[in-house]
């Protein structure tokens, strides 16, 4: 159980003691727990007997004369009251009970603290128990022949790291790149192969670069009214699945993946691609469906979904008869939730879509797939609503958008020509940038040529995930390399320098760390100084701020986490020397050390920035 959830369920109990046979109503009891971060007042904040203090007299009033209740008449007693009823099991937790206006102010003890992060020694670090679900996470998702561009940069890095948090959470993940490999753009490429290279079937052109060859395709597209005339033609071709436009489209698609794939690899990301092509035999059925369900209607000749409370509408069928953006992903949704049976559907991308996938959601749940909003989970009347006919329970839908990418004049990211920013040419720039770095500060005189490239990639790449991630999505942000690569502030080389730090004390002691978690059970962890329990509260509050993660799909807020506890770690090494002549103050620090460790790795893993062992 999370901190909160503990503190949660103690407070739960310690009310329904204090208010036995007293008829407060229900909800009153559950307790009402604010996270305080202001160390003078406590670390919660239990907020129940202010609206209970409300409603409470006219109960009292008949209470027997010797009854503590009886003669309270104000919040601030009745909080007394209630931090008098706390039973002795309860008590040893607590430190410090205050009351303020009313609110009880609670520092948890050091000796719970010990307790609760025992099992980060004995276990490794434990996500939050959940129940567990299949999520699809459609992230990433570039097209075809064109290029993958910051964007698509943002939606792999918070896409990766939704897809790590959740997994870490023990739910069942579908990584789905999402991929554009359908289009009218097509025609024009096909037909522009088959001219430039004639004998591509039997022999794979040499295309190195398939942006540039769409753009010549364009070119000749828009110039050329044989060349636009021929392009329509293979279309159709393509789309009643002649095959050697088939044989062209998949060569094209080839070129592409090698490209995607190359910086996949360079993230660590994995994705299974399921491109849009794949819906391609469901459209006509889901469509169809739709008009004869009543549910899209015919306006101006196409076939549209008219969802409340939009100006426009969710296009399935256009009125030439094609499929659109909208229709792939209408099929993409049912067959996500019906086939592969998800409970929750997630989708990354920029906010520029948010509006799709609003409309998306409003005609799924004019079809009955997704649950009402306003269908309140707790309803148990509502249950039959919520079960489909074939049984699965109807998924949840979350889009996860996220804002531009600017650069430091605050206009779109582009390279100094105007043109659009090669993803590959970005990494490359981030692993050398941070090779310089390395070399500025001394460290090509301590590692080998091999070394100080392996730490300059994990550096460059870890930096630009972090500067990402550790920035509220929703809103734009300005890419700058000097910021993300800086020593000090929140970056991923100030954290992976911490780390650095605290992995190094154990192993600079010569001491196995290992042995001593064997050999000091739990009460080894002791809290001597001020600095020392901020830390461990810190590290208890782990699960909760992945509780929050999961609640807002913001990885910033682990981001700010981690960042805070380096903080904290360095206030706590400088206050508390490790290498102390009491030895179980020693091995208590050691232990300290250790749990930070472990968090720090897993926070680390679920953001996909790279631990070192030195750099
Ligand atoms: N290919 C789209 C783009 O580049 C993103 C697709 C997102 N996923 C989806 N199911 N619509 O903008």
Redesign the pocket.
């Known amino acids: 159980m999370s901190l909160l959830a503990v503190v949660s369920e103690n407070f739960s109990q310690i009310l329904k003691k204090a208010f036995e046979g007293i008829s407060v109503p229900e909800k009153m009891l559950v307790p009402m727990i604010t996270v305080v971060n202001n160390p003078k007042h406590g670390d919660f904040q239990i907020n129940n007997a202010l609206p209970i203090s409300r409603i409470i007299s006219k109960q009292t009033a008949k209470l027997s004369d010797g009854h503590p209740l009886k003669s309270i008449s104000n919040p601030d007693e009745l909080a007394q009251y209630i931090i008098d009823s706390i039973d002795e099991e309860h008590d040893r937790l607590y430190a410090t009970k205050t009351i303020t206006r009313g609110f009880i102010n609670i520092r948890v003890s050091g000796e719970f603290l010990s307790s609760f992060l025992r099992p980060i020694l004995d276990l490794g670090v434990q996500p939050p128990k959940m129940k567990k679900q299949r999520v699809a996470v459609?992230?990433s998702?570039?097209?075809i022949a064109?290029c993958m561009h910051v964007?698509?940069l943002r939606?792999t890095v918070i896409g990766d790291s939704v897809c790590r948090l959740l997994e870490f959470l023990g739910h069942d993940v579908l990584r789905?790149n999402?991929?554009?490999d359908w289009g009218t753009q097509f025609g024009m490429l096909i037909a522009h192969l088959r001219e430039a290279f004639p004998d591509f079937l039997a022999q794979p052109p040499p295309i190195e670069d398939l942006q540039a060859f769409y753009k010549e395709a364009k070119k000749r597209f828009d110039d050329d009214k044989d060349f636009a005339k021929e392009a329509h033609e293979t279309v159709v071709k393509l789309q009643a699945g002649n095959e050697d436009e088939l044989k062209a489209w998949k060569l094209l698609c080839d070129i592409s993946r090698l490209e995607f794939q190359r910086i996949y690899d360079i993230l660590d990301v994995k994705l299974e691609e399921v491109g849009?092509s794949f819906y391609n035999p469901m459209l006509p059925v889901i469509t169809k469906d739709m008009e004869d369900r009543g549910i899209a209607r015919i306006d101006d000749g196409a076939l549209c979904i008219f969802v409340p409370s939009f100006k426009f509408p969710f296009m399935i069928r256009k009125r030439d008869g094609g499929y659109t953006?909208d229709t792939?992903?209408l099929a993409?949704f049912k067959h996500r939730s019906e086939t592969e049976k998800a409970d929750w559907l997630v989708?990354?991308?920029?906010m520029g879509?948010a509006t799709?996938?609003q409309l998306?959601k409003g005609a799924c749940r004019m079809a009955g797939w997704l649950k009402d909003e306003d269908a309140e989970e707790d309803k148990p009347s509502k249950k039959s609503k919520k079960m489909r006919k074939d049984g699965p329970t109807i998924p949840k839908f979350s889009h996860v958008g996220f804002g531009l990418v600017r650069g430091a004049d605050g206009k779109k990211f582009r390279t100094r020509s105007g043109e659009t920013v090669r993803l590959q040419d970005l990494l490359d720039e981030a692993v050398v940038r941070a090779r310089k770095v390395l070399d500025e500060n001394g460290r090509s005189e301590r590692f080998d040529e091999e070394k100080l490239n392996h730490i300059a990639k994990c550096i460059g790449i870890s930096a630009i995930k972090y500067a990402d991630l550790s920035s509220y999505r929703v809103k734009d942000y300005i890419f700058s390399f000097d910021r993300m690569l800086a020593l000090k502030g929140n970056t991923a080389v100030y954290l992976m320098y911490s780390y650095v730090r605290i992995a190094s004390i154990s192993r600079k002691l010569g001491v196995d760390i290992e042995t001593i978690i064997k050999e000091h059970s739990s009460g080894a962890i002791k809290v001597t100084h001020e600095s020392e329990r901020h830390l461990l509260l810190h590290l208890a509050r782990f699960q909760d701020i992945i509780c929050h993660v999961v609640e807002t799909l913001c990885p910033h807020h682990l981001a700010e986490y981690l960042y805070d506890m380096c903080g904290a770690f360095t206030t706590f090494y400088e206050n508390c020397r490790v290498l102390v002549e009491e030895e179980d103050i020693k091995v208590s620090r050691l232990l300290i050390c250790e749990c930070c460790k472990r968090v720090m790795e897993t926070g680390f893993h679920i953001l996909g920035v790279q631990k070192l062992d030195e750099m």
């Open positions: 459609d992230f998702s570039p097209n064109k964007g698509h939606s789905i999402h991929v554009g849009e953006y792939t992903d993409a989708y990354v991308t920029d879509q799709h996938f998306l």
